[in-house]
């Protein structure tokens, strides 16, 4: 099981990570400001969890660059960013990452768990950092799905 007791990096900034611009979407994600999920939507963790109690971070690892070779097998006249896509490998990473959570809920007591930390003002790579694991990017050989828990504000 991949869990871990965790100081979470609160940084609301990362929040407008979401409409910077890449390839194909100039003005960053098209959910954004659409899902309720997605910021500025979702609420911030500030407002969700009560901080002043234990979280965690739950993670699954994804093996991407086995994911890369596998496309390009199957695909040798795919382009390096086709072979990448995510619309072919984070269904399969994010049904790993529900997994995990069910495991970590199934051991402790009742928590609140959310898997858009980042929407929701949560600086991941720096969380991750603080407890040992190190993110990629971009990514090369692994993609982490990244999930939080903790108490519930009552505020």
């Given at each position: 099981?991949?869990?871990?007791k ?71 006249d ?36 959310m ?18 694991q ?22």
């Amino acid at each position: 099981m991949s869990f871990s007791k965790a100081q979470l990096v609160i940084d609301l900034s990362v929040r407008n990570l979401c409409y910077h611009p890449y390839p194909n979407h100039l003005h960053g994600c098209p959910n954004y400001g659409k899902k309720k999920g997605c910021p500025p939507n979702c609420a911030k963790i500030t407002e969700v969890l009560d901080l002043s109690k234990p979280t965690w971070v739950i993670w699954n690892v994804f093996d991407f660059g086995a994911h890369v070779r596998r496309m390009a097998l199957a695909h040798p006249d795919w382009s390096d960013r086709q072979k990448a896509c995510c619309l072919y490998w984070q269904p399969v990473a994010r049904r790993a990452l529900k997994f995990e959570i069910m495991l970590f809920v199934a051991q402790k007591y009742p928590v609140r768990v959310m898997d858009n930390p980042e929407a929701m003002g949560v600086n991941v790579t720096e969380t991750m950092r603080l407890i040992g694991q190190e993110l990629e990017w971009p990514p090369k050989t692994k993609t982490y799905q990244v999930a939080i828990a903790g108490t519930r504000s009552l505020g």
